[in-house]
């Protein structure tokens, strides 16, 4: 699904209640002297102690804010680093607002929406005098909205547009959760209220396009979307470049930047690639994504969207590349383990791949048919019978294949008869000994099974080239398109189909497909 929602945030990941630039070391330049330096420390400690009284917490907790929002304020945050430092922060002082709200934005951007609608809820408590009531209402009702709540998140936004009836980010968050809900009229309302007021505000635009799209009126979807993109990269062409696709402007900086909100931005950039991808213009879809991707290093979907045409279009290098970047911008994110899996997969890096769908398994989705599906085709291959028929078991368990499906219970019946054969297959003798008796024969209904493995359903270390592709790869921004490892395999059937919205590619059959990716419910 296209992503609406991280519009609704404060530009970068930082949505502190707190002026965070109070909190930053002042800042000096590479000319200043040691008397400068050494008093914009003394005045930034000062300021600090100041905090300290006006907030009433302690110093420590201060701290270890401050920290959290330099790991946030990097080029690439640091999720995890940030999440450490603001439960230390909470862990000295439990009252403190805006460590208790931040954990919560980081709870939501790694896609953790219980925990991030915790997070909230404490910091509501705290905010004894209401005076962020609105910012945090708009928080919880984005992350309902992000968890596929829509009820509650309508209900929250309702309550915000109650106490502030004018506030764009109110009137826009009820918007896209009226679009979620399928509700188009009420949501072109909302729209049309911001669009009033701003007509060049992104978020609305963004609302408006998605609209276009769900209405299957494409034409205008990509006019509203390239309209915001130019708008939101402030791109200023001449005549001869009016036809010129906004991604592309930006790819080859071809283009004359302002300050920008750099995620709203990318998810303007990553839903028009969406938009181009229903349409089968996919250099299209690729340019937008990849002009997603370099808008933000932190932006996840639009990384998820270039891994899953490259996984399908063979660039098993390409895919594992954008799948391993939006897995460090999201670590907990379960849509890029389970790709980045699927990667290593195709490109026989067997050992990886094992830790992967078992790591995915084990904190995503243990259910799903497509990983334990591969986990039972790669111990087959290693003879690790015990292993294979484990996964065969929850594979049918979970797929429920129908009969004449490759893999069936039958299936893994054959591989405890397999299994059983190997174990009881006779030694090979020692050099100038004598065989077994019947040895020359081999095992009776044996023959050439001696170890033998059997391949799963299009394998014998082959590529399978996607439906209707002759194996021809579409290379990442700056790529040449990788060809798959020598003696590389195909993933799975299912594997391969790009995610729309960032999904992962979609489960073998009767699989349940992994949690939305982070931000694009």
Same mark, same amino acid.
């Given at each position: 699904?296209?992503?609406?929602?991280?519009?609704?945030?404060?530009?970068?990941?930082?949505?502190?209640?707190?002026?965070?630039?109070?909190?930053?070391?002042?800042?000096?330049?590479?000319?200043?002297?040691?008397?400068?330096?050494?008093?914009?420390?003394v005045?930034?400690?000062?300021?600090?102690?100041?905090?300290v009284?006006?907030?009433g917490?302690?110093?420590?907790?201060?701290?270890?804010?401050?920290?959290?929002?330099?790991?946030?304020?990097?080029?690439?945050?640091?999720?995890?680093?940030?999440?450490?430092?603001?439960?230390?922060?909470?862990?000295?002082?439990?009252?403190?607002?805006?460590?208790?709200?931040?954990?919560?934005?980081?709870?939501?951007?790694?896609?953790?929406?219980d925990?991030?609608?915790?997070?909230?809820?404490?910091?509501?408590?705290?905010?004894?005098?209401?005076?962020?009531?609105?910012?945090?209402?708009?928080?919880?009702?984005?992350?309902?909205?992000?968890?596929?709540?829509?009820?509650?998140?309508?209900?929250?936004?309702?309550?915000?547009?109650?106490?502030?009836?004018?506030?764009?980010?109110v009137?826009?968050?009820?918007?896209?959760?009226?679009?979620?809900?399928g509700?188009?009229?009420?949501?072109?309302?909302?729209?049309?209220?911001?669009?009033?007021?701003?007509?060049?505000?992104?978020?609305?635009?963004?609302?408006?396009?998605?609209?276009?799209?769900?209405?299957?009126?494409?034409?205008?979807?990509?006019?509203?979307?390239?309209?915001?993109?130019?708008?939101?990269?402030?791109?200023?062409?001449?005549?001869?470049e009016?036809?010129?696709?906004?991604?592309?402007?930006?790819?080859?900086?071809?283009?004359?930047?302002?300050?920008?909100?750099?995620?709203?931005?990318?998810?303007?950039?990553?839903?028009?690639?969406m938009?181009?991808?229903?349409?089968?213009?996919?250099?299209?879809?690729?340019?937008?994504?990849?002009?997603?991707?370099?808008?933000?290093?932190?932006?996840?979907?639009?990384?998820?969207?270039?891994?899953?045409?490259?996984?399908r279009y063979?660039?098993?290098?390409?895919?594992?590349?954008?799948?391993?970047e939006?897995?460090?911008a999201?670590?907990?994110?379960?849509?890029?383990?389970?790709?980045?899996?699927?990667?290593?997969?195709?490109l026989?890096?067997?050992?990886?791949?094992?830790?992967?769908?078992?790591?995915?398994?084990?904190?995503?989705?243990?259910?799903?048919?497509?990983?334990?599906?591969?986990?039972?085709?790669?111990?087959?291959?290693?003879?690790?019978?015990?292993?294979?028929?484990?996964?065969?078991?929850?594979?049918?368990?979970?797929?429920?294949?129908?009969?004449?499906?490759?893999?069936t219970?039958?299936?893994?019946?054959?591989?405890?008869?397999?299994?059983?054969?190997?174990?009881?297959?006779?030694?090979?003798?020692?050099?100038?000994?004598?065989?077994?008796?019947g040895?020359?024969?081999g095992?009776?209904?044996? !023959?050439?099974? *001696? +170890? =033998?493995?059997? $391949? %799963?359903? #299009? /394998? @014998? &270390?082959?590529?399978?080239?996607? !439906?209707?592709? *002759? +194996? =021809?790869?579409? $290379? %990442?921004? #700056? /790529? @040449? &398109?990788?060809?798959?490892?020598?003696?590389?395999e195909?993933?799975?059937?299912?594997? %391969?189909?790009?995610? @729309? &919205?960032?999904?992962?590619p979609?489960?073998?059959?009767g699989?349940?497909?992994?949690?939305?990716?982070?931000?694009?419910?």
């Amino acid at each position: 699904m296209l992503n609406r929602y991280k519009s609704l945030q404060a530009p970068g990941w930082l949505m502190a209640l707190l002026m965070v630039g109070l909190l930053m070391p002042a800042c000096t330049g590479g000319g200043g002297d040691k008397t400068d330096n050494t008093a914009n420390a003394v005045k930034n400690e000062q300021m600090k102690d100041e905090l300290v009284e006006a907030l009433g917490t302690k110093r420590e907790a201060l701290d270890a804010f401050d920290q959290a929002v330099a790991a946030l304020s990097q080029d690439v945050p640091d999720m995890g680093k940030a999440q450490e430092l603001l439960e230390k922060a909470l862990s000295i002082s439990p009252d403190f607002l805006e460590a208790q709200f931040n954990l919560g934005v980081v709870y939501e951007n790694n896609s953790r929406y219980d925990k991030a609608l915790e997070a909230y809820g404490k910091a509501q408590k705290l905010d004894k005098t209401n005076t962020h009531a609105v910012s945090i209402i708009v928080a919880i009702g984005r992350t309902q909205s992000l968890k596929g709540d829509t009820e509650a998140a309508v209900k929250s936004f309702d309550e915000a547009l109650r106490l502030e009836p004018e506030n764009i980010d109110v009137l826009n968050g009820i918007g896209a959760v009226y679009f979620k809900a399928g509700k188009y009229d009420e949501a072109v309302d909302f729209v049309k209220k911001v669009l009033r007021e701003d007509n060049e505000n992104l978020t609305a635009l963004n609302t408006l396009a998605q609209v276009y799209t769900a209405r299957d009126n494409r034409s205008m979807a990509v006019y509203v979307f390239k309209k915001a993109a130019r708008v939101a990269i402030g791109a200023i062409t001449n005549d001869e470049e009016l036809n010129i696709e906004p991604a592309i402007l930006v790819i080859e900086d071809k283009l004359k930047k302002k300050d920008i909100d750099t995620e709203l931005a990318a998810d303007l950039f990553n839903n028009l690639g969406m938009i181009y991808q229903k349409m089968d213009e996919l250099p299209l879809a690729v340019y937008n994504f990849s002009a997603a991707a370099k808008l933000s290093p932190t932006h996840v979907e639009s990384r998820l969207n270039l891994g899953s045409i490259f996984l399908r279009y063979l660039n098993y290098e390409g895919a594992k590349a954008k799948f391993g970047e939006a897995l460090q911008a999201a670590p907990g994110n379960c849509t890029a383990k389970l790709g980045l899996a699927a990667s290593d997969f195709a490109l026989s890096k067997h050992d990886d791949a094992i830790k992967g769908y078992g790591g995915y398994l084990e904190n995503c989705n243990a259910n799903d048919a497509s990983a334990n599906l591969q986990m039972q085709r790669i111990y087959e291959q290693r003879q690790d019978f015990d292993s294979a028929i484990k996964y065969c078991k929850k594979y049918v368990e979970v797929a429920k294949p129908a009969e004449g499906s490759p893999v069936t219970a039958e299936y893994c019946k054959a591989l405890e008869n397999m299994k059983n054969m190997v174990r009881d297959a006779p030694m090979d003798p020692a050099e100038g000994g004598e065989g077994m008796e019947g040895g020359e024969e081999g095992m009776e209904g044996g !023959e050439g099974m *001696e +170890g =033998d493995v059997i $391949p %799963a359903e #299009g /394998e @014998e &270390g082959d590529v399978i080239p996607a !439906e209707g592709e *002759e +194996g =021809d790869v579409i $290379p %990442a921004e #700056g /790529e @040449e &398109g990788a060809a798959p490892a020598e003696g590389g395999e195909a993933p799975a059937e299912g594997d %391969a189909a790009p995610a @729309e &919205g960032g999904e992962a590619p979609a489960p073998a059959e009767g699989g349940d497909a992994p949690a939305p990716a982070e931000g694009a419910p």
